[in-house]
């Protein structure tokens, strides 16, 4: 039996914005789609994660489907009347140029838009994007809006650490732009989010790169550290309640940053000391001495002026992630 609210696809449902979104729309009385990516190293992946969500036994379909063939999406966005395009292709160990990476990405957000108007059904996309689709540019401001655009040249000439890193942000920038374009040549109603980065516990077995990077001070990571100089951040489940809420608002039309705070290396260093004496935090004066890139703010007010309010603050993102942590053994 269908939702009350009718039937949607999430795409990309077995990683961490995925899942948690896939959690929040079973409770919000959506039916839900998702597609996962098969391993070709495993016979079968394990989704037992999504299966085990409440209400996913009567409400919850899981598909097989790949950026890499667009097509293969088709059947989960049949008949569904909502698509949330989280899925990204993300190369971790660098091992793929960056034009191969953003090619799949943008040759599959575009085949998955496709699939969308081919459904005849589908009345809205939320596309997720990231702060990396906005905030690395040459201009010299505390806070950034959704007219700002990231220069894919300064990504490069910034050299930063690790070819992956790169590569997803330039796809990201890349993907999203070509959304939008393609939402506007052929009239479908498309809205994109832009996280920040996203703290929080987290329901996929995987540990998350964005917690994971963001809690390098409680797990020692240092080669991390110039990532956290200063920074823009966000709970995971305040990200998900965003999508459902643009999705849902009726006059939601184009991008939407979704941030709340700005933090530095030396505030994190005395909160995370203050709140969990049991590891090992550096010192806020040590830290002084770290060099790396200071990201600007993401200023949220479009989102906020719709009628979206923030539940999480710093306190919440980090007890959250450092409890499911601790759940799951990382730490």
Not at 4 to 24: P, Y
Not at 71 to 81: H, P, R
Not at 174 to 181: F, G, I, N, Y
Request: hydrophobic share 40%; net charge negative; glycine share 6%.
């Amino acid at each position: 039996m269908e939702g009350e609210k009718g039937r949607v696809c999430v795409t990309g449902g077995s990683g961490f914005i995925g899942s948690w979104l896939i959690f929040r729309l079973l409770e919000h009385g959506y039916s839900v789609n998702t597609t996962v990516r098969s391993d070709p190293a495993e016979d079968k992946k394990d989704v037992s994660f999504l299966t085990a969500l409440p209400g996913a036994e009567e409400k919850l379909r899981i598909f097989n489907a790949d950026l890499s063939n667009p097509e293969s999406f088709d059947a989960a966005i049949q008949g569904c009347i909502g698509v949330f395009h989280v899925a990204t292709p993300v190369d971790f160990e660098g091992k793929e140029p960056e034009p191969v990476v953003t090619k799949r990405s943008v040759d599959g957000a575009l085949g998955i838009l496709k699939a969308c108007l081919d459904a005849k059904t589908v009345k809205r996309v939320v596309y997720t994007s990231s702060a990396s689709a906005v905030a690395f540019n040459k201009e010299d401001v505390q806070d950034m809006d959704e007219s700002f655009w990231s220069d894919t040249d300064y990504i490069k000439a910034l050299k930063l650490p690790g070819v992956s890193f790169n590569s997803c942000m330039i796809s990201k920038i890349l993907t999203e732009r070509a959304v939008l374009e393609y939402s506007e040549k052929y009239g479908l109603d498309v809205v994109t989010v832009i996280p920040s980065f996203v703290v929080g516990p987290f329901i996929c077995p995987k540990f998350p790169s964005s917690v994971k990077t963001t809690l390098a001070l409680v797990l020692g990571n240092r080669d991390e550290y110039p990532t956290l100089i200063k920074f823009p951040l966000v709970h995971v489940d305040d990200v998900a309640r965003a999508h459902i809420f643009l999705f849902e608002h009726q006059d939601a039309k184009g991008r939407y940053n979704c941030s709340l705070n700005v933090m530095t290396i030396e505030e994190m260093a005395e909160l995370l000391y203050a709140k969990f004496p049991e590891f090992q935090i550096p010192s806020a004066e040590s830290l002084k001495e770290v060099k790396g890139p200071k990201f600007p703010g993401l200023s949220s007010k479009k989102l906020l002026d719709s009628g979206f309010e923030f539940k999480y603050g710093v306190d919440e993102m980090f007890t959250d992630a450092i409890q499911c942590c601790k759940e799951k053994g990382y730490l």
